[in-house]
């Protein structure tokens, strides 16, 4: 099947991952198109509650596939609690997703419409001894989207977009410290909530997703800086970091329900 990996290109992408990865085609893929209408509101939601510590913030990567911000994971010093799931979740990384132009990019849509952006903050569930052990429970996960819109420059962003100059190439990393993850979401904490997978191989189906309802600003320049990464490495023929994105995936008659009316 895929002799170099999965990735996002024509021969790698999106499309061609069930041959390896026969669950692309489960019954609980994510991401999906949203379609607010359709979701219905249940009152017993929970507000969420996400309570990070930047001194948990470690380092930033180039995976080759996108870039992520990694969280030390061993205390319930950063935790995701309340919304639709039971007991805490440990922050462990956060990442991206954007697109070669800046009609595109976001893995979610909402009533068909696409975003630029689209940000992934993971946790994991604590009632399992680690990330790896989670990972392929069906409660195992817990990933916050939040859209990104262009406008202004959003200053908060700009740490994170700062740092990528240092991890330009698939498999560079650098420390990052210190930082606030909660500065990253926006003002309000709506929510609609499925029960979906992780977006990349091996598309485990262990995912309650928390897509919040309010996009965070980023500007066209600031979009830029995301495709100034690469997908290869050091010494490789350049590729530009873009359109890694996974399409909206067949609902096939999950729920999907709204915090708010």
């Known amino acids: 099947a895929m002799s170099h990996g999965w990735g996002y290109g024509p021969s790698n992408g999106p499309d061609k991952w069930a041959e390896s990865y026969p669950v692309a085609n489960g019954a609980r893929q994510s991401p999906i198109n949203v379609v607010p209408k359709e979701a219905q509101f249940d009152s017993?939601?929970?507000?969420?509650?996400?309570?990070?510590?930047?001194?948990?913030?470690?380092?930033?990567?180039?995976n080759g596939h996108s870039f992520q911000v990694d969280f030390v994971d061993d205390t319930d010093s950063s935790t995701l609690t309340g919304g639709p799931i039971t007991g805490t979740y440990r922050l462990k990384q956060f990442h991206f997703h954007w697109g070669a132009s800046d009609d595109r990019?976001?893995?979610?849509?909402?009533?068909?419409?696409?975003?630029p952006c689209e940000l992934h903050l993971v946790h994991w569930n604590t009632k399992y001894p680690s990330?790896?052990?989670?990972?392929?429970?069906?409660?195992?996960?817990?990933?916050?989207?939040?859209?990104?819109?262009?406008?202004?420059?959003?200053?908060?962003?700009?740490k994170v977009l700062d740092a990528l100059e240092a991890i330009k190439t698939k498999g560079?990393?650098?420390?990052?410290?210190?930082?606030?993850?909660?500065?990253?979401?926006p003002g309000s904490?709506?929510?609609?909530?499925?029960?979906?997978?992780?977006?990349?191989?091996?598309?485990?189906?262990?995912?309650?997703?928390?897509?919040?309802?309010?996009?965070?600003?980023?500007?066209?320049?600031?979009?830029?800086?995301?495709?100034?990464?690469?997908?290869?490495?050091?010494?490789?023929?350049?590729?530009?970091?873009?359109?890694?994105?996974?399409?909206?995936?067949?609902?096939?008659?999950?729920?999907?329900?709204?915090?708010?009316?």
């Not at 929970?46 to 930033?60: H, Q, T």
């Not at 392929?136 to 859209?147: H, N, S, T």
């Not at 919040?212 to 979009?223: R, T, Y």
Request: aromatic share 10%; with cysteine.
């Open 44 to 62: 017993s939601l929970k507000a969420l509650k996400l309570r990070y510590d930047p001194a948990n913030s470690r380092g930033i990567l180039n």
């Open 105 to 115: 990019g976001s893995e979610h849509t909402v009533n068909g419409i696409n975003f």
């Open 131 to 158: 990330f790896g052990d989670a990972a392929d429970k069906p409660d195992g996960l817990a990933v916050v989207g939040v859209f990104l819109k262009i406008g202004a420059a959003n200053p908060r962003l700009q």
């Open 172 to 185: 560079k990393q650098t420390t990052f410290g210190n930082f606030d993850a909660k500065t990253l979401l």
């Open 189 to 261: 904490l709506d929510y609609w909530t499925y029960d979906g997978s992780l977006t990349t191989p091996p598309l485990l189906e262990s995912v309650t997703w928390i897509v919040l309802k309010e996009p965070i600003s980023v500007s066209p320049a600031q979009m830029a800086m995301f495709r100034s990464l690469l997908f290869t490495g050091e010494g490789e023929a350049a590729c530009c970091m873009a359109d890694n994105y996974r399409p909206p995936q067949p609902l096939k008659g999950r729920r999907v329900r709204a915090s708010f009316k």
